[in-house]
């Protein structure tokens, strides 16, 4: 298998933090989007989407989404489990995965989207879209400090898929405009965290 990378991307890191807690080491095919490699005719027959990251498979087709991409690698490596160990757990990690993709990490690129002058000319740009998008994001971050209160990770009480996807919304917003608040006691000690494992700078 080979990972098609690009090294500053939120996607590509949650996959590269979830290979590095399985202990998994790809080959990797660095793909540059600020000069366009991700718009060429031959990187749009690898993803029609011209998004990162893909897993090239052994049979030679291309498998996307980030959260596709750790499902597979669960499958192959089961441990550490990061999806949950049972249906109960699977199903309050799957809740809390969602939660931080649509109600984080959604929100945080929203902003970087409409208020970024890298996506002036690649994508549509709405000013007034940003603004809307840090108080979604502000909210939910606010939100997770009272639930962090009782329990030290996303879904429970240890590090699954949920904090992966969490961290590097947070990583996003901190360097794009949606930083952690001041303020937020529980969240900040999370962050403190995942922020120490060994793979947080997968």
């Known amino acids: 298998m080979k990972l098609y990378n690009m090294k500053a991307g939120m996607n ?16 990797t095919v660095e793909i540059d989007m600020g000069k366009g490699e991700n718009a060429t005719p031959e990187f749009l027959k690898i993803n029609p989407l011209g998004k990162l990251p893909v897993l090239e498979l052994d049979d030679g087709r291309y498998l996307t989404e980030s959260i596709a991409i750790c499902r597979y690698i669960e499958a192959l490596h089961p441990e550490p ?3 949950g160990k049972d249906p109960l757990e699977q199903a309050f990690v799957e809740m809390w995965d969602r939660r931080m993709e649509h109600d984080l990490m959604r929100p945080m690129v929203d902003n970087f989207v409409h208020s970024s ?5 690649r994508r549509p740009q709405v000013a007034e879209v940003a603004p809307i998008a840090c108080e979604s994001a502000n909210a939910m ?22 904090d992966i996807t969490a961290q590097c919304a947070l990583l996003l917003g901190k360097n ?6 001041e303020g937020l006691p529980h969240l900040a000690a999370w962050w403190g965290r995942v922020g120490a494992r060994p793979t947080a700078r997968a």
Do not use: C, H, Q
């Open 176 to 181: 794009t405009g949606t930083p952690l608040p």
């Open 12 to 27: 590509p890191r949650r996959v590269r933090i979830f290979l590095a807690e399985k202990g998994v080491s790809l080959p």
């Open 117 to 121: 002058p890298f996506w002036k000319g």
């Open 141 to 162: 971050m606010k939100l997770l400090d009272g639930e962090l209160a009782s329990r030290p990770y996303i879904a429970g009480d240890r590090y699954t898929v949920a």
């Open 81 to 83: 489990n990061l999806f």
